[in-house]
Every structure is written in structure tokens, then in C-alpha cells.
T-cell receptor
Framework: DTAVSQTPKYLVTQMGNDKSIKCEQN?????MYWYKQDSKKFLKIMFS???????INETVPNRFSPKSPDKAHLNLHINSLELGDSAVYFC?????????????FGAGTRLSVL | AQKITQTQPGMFVQEKEAVTLDCTYD???????LFWYKQPSSGEMIFLIY??????QNATEGRYSLNFQKARKSANLVISASQLGDSAMYFC????????????FGAGTQVVVTP
């Protein structure tokens, strides 16, 4: 039973398209995150939601819009895709009330924009 | 400014040997958390070990241990008795207080375990 699951695992699309990535966690966590890993493997946070409320919104183009319908789900919608959006996108979740607040990651979605 | 520094872009280690991966961090907060994650070639991010800044003892999890030297602001990961399956990218990360859990990652160290 996968704890943090993302779909799709691979996404190949043309410039200008709109696409969504879905994330679900069954760990009972209250906080979920989106990270972007670039071609040099560098990981940077994009967004975080705590109990469906946006709490972190890093400097990310407005074309990226996260949505959290409930605590267990966090989706990422990307409008007007650009070549530079090609990356691996990771969803993660954690229990913010625990001291360690360890983040558990999904398997990643590899987005390729052609 | 980069808050997490991993100076070893890559290293080779022989099977059954121990390997130390370096990580230094920069923060002025007395309370913070340090993490290590493993990313094998399959791409997933796997949590390995956690060290809290107030923890008195170095963290250990099976073959993984964290050499925490607070005064030097270093949190090196030690993998004992390396196995072929340890070949992966290893990331050090830090979480500061009042950051809503945001993890800041280092650039990673690629480890290749050879027979």
C-alpha cells in the first residue's frame, strides 16, 4: 500500500498545454508539499498545504496552481507549459504536530515539455 | 545563500566498506532538524535518518548513522558495510523553525558501490 502516491509517473506534453499532477497520501498527515527537482538534481520547495490551507508559496510562476480538496490530496495544475518546466515533481507529506515532522515523498512525476 | 553544502559530488566505495558523506549547514536558529534522503536510480526519495539540533546523541538507523557536530555545523552520514544497493544519490536537508516544515536540500552526493 503506497503511502504517498503520485500520478502520472511520466508526463510528456507539448509547449503551451495545460496539465495536472495528482498526489494522495494515506498516512493521515496534515501537511503536504510540492517540490521540483531540476536537471541538476537540485530539489526546491514550491508549495505546502496544511489542513487544506496554503502555507508555503515560494517564488513560482502563476502558471502553477496547487489545489488541496482535502488533507489527503494535493494536486498541481500547470498552465501554458514551457520548456523550462521540464523536471521531476515530487509530492511529500508530513505530520506537523510531531517533533521530527519527517516528510515522506512520492515516487515523483517526470514532466517532459517538448 | 546556500544553507546546505555537500562538497562531494560523487564517490566510489567498495562493497562492505564504510563511507562518510559530508554535509555542512548554515543557520542562526538554535532549533532545527537535519535529514538525509536517498534517491536511487529509480528516482524515488527515501527518508533515511533524522537528527534534531537538541538531540544529545547521534542518530542511528540500522547501517546509517549521523555524525552530528553542532559546533562545526556538520551532519555527516555514515553508511557502514556498504552494499551494492546503496548506490544512489544522497541528499542532506535542513528544516528551520517557523519555516512551515520547508526542507532545504543540498546538491547531493552520488555514491557508487563497487564489488
Amino acid at each position: 500500500d503506497t503511502a504517498v502516491s503520485q500520478t502520472p509517473k511520466y508526463l510528456v506534453t507539448q509547449m503551451g498545454n495545460d496539465k495536472s499532477i495528482k498526489c494522495e497520501q494515506n498516512l493521515g498527515h496534515d501537511t503536504m508539499y510540492w517540490y521540483k527537482q531540476d536537471s541538476k538534481k537540485f530539489l526546491k520547495i514550491m508549495f505546502s498545504y496544511n489542513n487544506k490551507e496554503l502555507i508555503i508559496n515560494e517564488t513560482v510562476p502563476n502558471r502553477f496552481s496547487p489545489k488541496s480538496p482535502d488533507k489527503a490530496h494535493l494536486n498541481l495544475h500547470i498552465n501554458s507549459l514551457e520548456l523550462g518546466d521540464s523536471a521531476v515533481y515530487f509530492c511529500a507529506s508530513s505530520a506537523s504536530d510531531l517533533a521530527k515532522n519527517i516528510q515522506y515523498f512520492g515516487a515523483g512525476t517526470r514532466l517532459s515539455v517538448l | 545563500a546556500q544553507k546546505i553544502t555537500q562538497t562531494q559530488p560523487g564517490m566510489f566505495v567498495q562493497e562492505k566498506e564504510a563511507v562518510t558523506l559530508d554535509c555542512t549547514y548554515d543557520t542562526s536558529d538554535p532549533s532545527y532538524g537535519l535529514f538525509w534522503y536517498k534517491q536511487p536510480s529509480s528516482g524515488e526519495m527515501i527518508f533515511l535518518i533524522y537528527q534534531g539540533s537538541y538531540d544529545q546523541q547521534n542518530a542511528t538507523e540500522g547501517r546509517y548513522s549521523l555524525n552530528f557536530q553542532k559546533a562545526r555545523k556538520s551532519a555527516n552520514l555514515v553508511i557502514s558495510a556498504s552494499q551494492l544497493g546503496d548506490s544512489a544519490m544522497y541528499f542532506c536537508a535542513m528544516r528551520e523553525p517557523d519555516s512551515w516544515g520547508k526542507l532545504q536540500f543540498g546538491a547531493g552526493t552520488q555514491v557508487v558501490v563497487t564489488p
